[in-house]
Structures are given as structure tokens and as C-alpha cells.
């Protein structure tokens, strides 16, 4: 089977670092990748990772272990506008379609 | 690029009626994806297709429902019979043929079985 962990929800303040893990198992594996979803709205890419390490978009990075099927989104300066529901997923293998499997979600409540 | 774009935004039908939705993904994207999302869980995969080619379908997308992409562009999902557990939102991605590229989600449709 395939499934994917994170917390269900993390709380914290304006201006802070919070970060999101995500630990899988999959039985194909292409990459993760991750999404915000504001309530109501469309899941929009943040980030992607196909290789171990950190991928660093503005106040967004992302970080992969494939050996320890591991990764996490760490969100630097919070702000208001960042309280939504952060999703992992798991790319299965292109030539298998590519489909994402999505973890259940981080509803992410940043505080003034 | 305009966007992956979904029609209607909600649908609100009685328990036996059919149900289709369009989802336009972006121009030249050759992959177009279904998933559908209840509330409080990540979107679920139910097909996927290379430009008209349905090539994978999820377990849980029963005989009741049925997925096109006539002509490699938009495509349209319709469920037959509604049931009270279809009660979901049906969200479409489109993504470039190339591994590395990410999916693209529209605003989804919210269906409301009565």
C-alpha cells in the first residue's frame, strides 16, 4: 500500500519558522512535492523535490531524505496569510502516469 | 497561461441524477488528472489521461462514473446515479509531458448530493 504521514494541525506566531514533516511509503517513488490549499480554494504548487536535499523557494523550502523516507516544508516568516492546509504528496513514476498520492494535510494557524 | 479552469464551480443534485463536469487544463499540457477531495482529507486520484488517452483508472472510480478527453483538451467527468457519498469536490490538474514539471490545479467543482 501507499500512504503518507504529517500532523493534522501546527499552530504558531507571525514572524516565526514552522516546519512540516511528511514521512512515506510508497511502493514507486518520483519525488515530493507539496501543496498549499486555502479553504475553498485550488491546491497550489509550492515545491518539489526529486533528489535528497533542500530546495529553497523564497520563504518556502523544501528538504528530502529518500533513504530515510523522510521530508519536511519549513515556512520562515510567517505571515497571516500562510494560515491555510499544506499538503505532501508523492509523485508516483512518470512512465506510470505521475499521479500524486496526498497525505491528509497540515492545517497550518499562524497567530498575530 | 490562463489557468486550469472548472465548470460549474458548484452543482447541488438529488440522489439519482447524473452529474457532468468540464475542466479546461492549460493549453498544451498533455496530462490531465481527476482527484476528488472530502473535507479534511488530501485529494484522491480517481484517472489520468495522455492527451485523449485514459490511461489509469482508481478503484474508486465505480462503473457509475465515466471520464472523457475527446479531443486532447478539455475533458469532462460525469457521474451517473448520484449517491449521497459522491458528496465531494472534483478537482482537475493538467501538467507538460516532462517528469519534473508540477501539477497544475483548478478551483474545483463542489458537488452536493440532496
Known amino acids: 500500500g501507499q500512504s503518507l504521514e504529517q500532523p493534522s494541525e501546527v499552530t504558531a506566531v507571525e514572524g516565526a519558522i514552522v516546519q512540516i514533516n511528511c514521512t512515506y511509503q510508497t511502493s514507486g517513488f518520483y519525488g515530493l512535492s507539496w501543496y498549499q490549499q486555502h479553504d475553498g480554494g485550488a491546491p497550489t504548487f509550492l515545491s518539489y523535490n526529486g533528489l535528497d536535499g533542500l530546495e529553497e523557494t523564497g520563504r518556502f523550502s523544501s528538504f528530502l531524505s529518500r533513504s530515510d523516507s523522510y521530508g519536511y516544508l519549513l515556512l520562515q516568516e510567517l505571515q497571516m496569510k500562510d494560515s491555510a492546509s499544506y499538503f505532501c504528496?508523492?509523485?508516483?513514476?512518470?512512465?506510470?502516469?505521475?499521479?500524486?498520492?496526498f497525505g491528509q494535510g497540515t492545517e497550518l494557524s499562524v497567530k498575530p | 497561461d490562463t489557468g486550469v479552469s472548472q465548470d460549474p464551480r458548484h452543482k447541488i443534485t438529488k440522489r439519482g441524477q447524473n452529474v457532468t463536469f468540464r475542466c479546461d487544463p492549460i493549453?498544451?499540457?498533455?496530462?490531465l488528472y481527476w482527484y476528488r477531495q472530502t473535507l479534511g482529507q488530501g485529494p484522491e486520484f480517481l484517472t489520468y489521461f495522455q492527451n485523449e488517452a485514459q490511461l489509469e483508472k482508481s478503484r474508486l472510480l465505480s462503473d457509475r462514473f465515466s471520464a472523457e478527453r475527446p479531443k486532447g483538451s478539455f475533458s469532462t467527468l460525469e457521474i451517473q446515479r448520484t449517491e449521497q457519498g459522491d458528496s465531494a469536490m472534483y478537482l482537475c490538474a493538467s501538467s507538460p509531458d516532462r517528469g519534473d514539471q508540477p501539477q497544475h490545479f483548478g478551483d474545483g467543482t463542489r458537488l452536493s448530493i440532496l
Open positions: 493549453s498544451e499540457h498533455n496530462r
Open positions: 504528496a508523492v509523485r508516483a513514476p512518470y512512465n506510470q502516469g505521475g499521479k500524486l498520492i
